[in-house]
């Protein structure tokens, strides 16, 4: 099953002007209020990291310029299932 894309509202990034040293690679513009509200919306999206939560951010580029797309990439936790049964002890 594919996932949708999830585009975080409020964060915007941008190519950099022309004259900017090359080191410079975008531009990136937060507008706090409506990034705010998103994040309420969409809490499902934060990871908890160290007790503090997080929104993981990929930044991306295509023929139009760069953007972000929230990282919903969750690794499949493994458990080794042990019956006591198999234990030795």
Do not use: C, R
Request: hydrophobic fraction near 35%; avoid cysteine.
């Amino acid at each position: 099953m594919k996932k949708e894309k999830v585009f975080p509202k409020g964060i915007m990034a941008f190519k950099p002007n022309e004259k900017a040293p090359e080191f410079v690679k975008a531009n990136v513009m937060v507008t706090p209020n409506e990034l705010i509200s998103w994040l309420k919306e969409n809490d499902e999206h934060l990871n908890d990291y160290k007790g503090n939560k997080q929104l993981k951010l990929q930044l991306l580029e295509n023929d139009k310029g760069y953007y972000f797309l929230v990282d919903t990439y969750q690794a499949k936790k493994i458990v080794d299932e042990v019956s006591t049964t198999d234990l030795p002890f």
